[in-house]
């Protein structure tokens, strides 16, 4: 991970291999922003006419390199897009400042140390430059051959140290708002790395073991139960899943206990380790990223160590529905009929809508210890990414002011999300001759009969939402923004919001 320091904005840019500072789109061109006065002077006040002949317009996502002048600690100049210059006294967007950030960091992979003299009029900027560096400067490099030792040598290892200008320890609220986003973006990074690990390494017995692993470190208490245990409790989901694969199943319960606490949240994440559609095989060409189907279950690990490391007053549980979906001579069938964990009976048609399998059985389980609210987290469906895209997840929820809380958390987070209905007349074509319901409904509005697939194992008067992070969970396009190619670790943060909202008691 890069190393964070937080130096007084007042302060001379500290000696480093590069300067970070930040560039708006304005009528007349590139201006310079705020944070970089030191850098403009040693321009003489030149600088913006300087990146104008060079092209730079201040776009967002634009990066631009220049040696420095003299007078100037450090040999190179990194000036970073903002987009629109804001109004007079509004500020920059904090996604902004964020995506900048991430844009800067990535663009100085190999290098050892850099200072960031991006504008900064608060803890909350600070904050979003903080994560913006955290999540634009990762890597996954574990499977390459080169030692992450030796890729610092050649120069291609991620940044090493940014020095953040902007805020003095000490001064309120700047040096927590770095400590939160330390904690925050690397758990958030160990939840990408737990969705680019190869499944023949990450099956669910394996996760589980990094569930323990972070909970022996964090305090957190932990339960697992193994496929002996998933039969003695009749937990027919996530054992129809997973029994067609050589790697058993896993439900995992991982649980932070703040001892002020009043109020509990529950977290249940899709853990499929690798889903080839069972039976239902997956057509050639959408086998090969399906290693990020358990992306639901590392946002919900990752918030919950997230909100241990911050001492939140909140209990929060995870609970992490853990499979592989694969064919075999003892994998369910199309047509069979699974009794799930609450009794309800299920008539499987299609064996690659596994997802809302193993999450009924985790919300059932959820729903037992009644919680104040529950939030699943799943890469569901593909019709969510055909109505959203690739960048924006679907919130779907049984009551309302939750769901417009949520869609308000995200944002605020910086996670595009947009509010998904449940319509009431989608539910009938899940009706089975032979069962409580089909796992399958109308093909049309194949997301939202997911959802309300899911509404049928939320216990009675307890609020719910359902996020659909199919699209933005793992990124097989180019880098963007502090977004790598890969996995994302999507919806982290708008758990770990909702997480201190409810310990500030704005549960919505």
Known sequence: MTALTLKPAAAPGPRADAIVIGVAKAGTGPVVAPGAEAVDQAYDGGLAGVLKTLGASGAEGELTKLPAP????????????????????????AEALRRAAGVAARGLSGTKKAAFALPVDGPGALAAIAEGVLLGAYAFDAYKESPKDEK?????????????????????????????????????????????????????????????????????????????????????????????SAATPRLVKLAYKHPEAD?????????????????????????????????????????????????LKVNVTGWLALAENMPSGSATRPGDVLRMYSGKTVEVLNTDAEGRLVLADALWAASAEEPDAIVDVATLTGAMVLALGNRTFGIMANDDAFRTSLHEVAEESGEPAWQMPLPEHLRKGMDSPVADIANMGERMGGGLVAGLFLREFIGEGITWAHLDIAGPAFNEGGPFGYTPKGGTGTAVRTLVRLAEQTADGDLG
């Open 263 to 311: 109020k509990h949240l529950a977290y249940v994440g899709k853990g499929i380790t690798y889903d080839s559609g069972g039976i239902s095989l997956k057509p050639a060409g959408h086998n090969e990223t399906m290693k990020c189907d358990m992306a639901g279950a590392a946002a919900v690990f990752a918030a919950v160590v997230a909100a241990a490391r911050l001492g």
């Open 70 to 93: 003299a007078g100037l600690d450090t040999p190179l100049v990194v000036a970073v897009g903002l987009g629109a210059e804001p109004e007079a006294d509004a500020g920059y967007d």
């Open 152 to 244: 610092a040598k050649d120069g291609s290892g991620p940044l090493g140290e940014a020095v953040l200008l902007g805020g003095a320890e000490g001064e309120d609220g700047y040096q927590a708002a770095v400590d939160r986003a330390t904690a925050i973006g690397e758990e958030l990074n160990r939840a990408r790395d737990l969705v680019n690990t190869p499944p023949n390494d990450l099956d669910p017995e394996a996760f589980a073991a990094v569930a323990q692993a972070a909970a022996d470190e964090h305090g957190l208490t932990i339960e697992v139960l193994d496929e002996q245990a998933l039969k003695d409790g009749g937990y027919g989901g996530i054992l129809g899943v997973g029994g067609g």
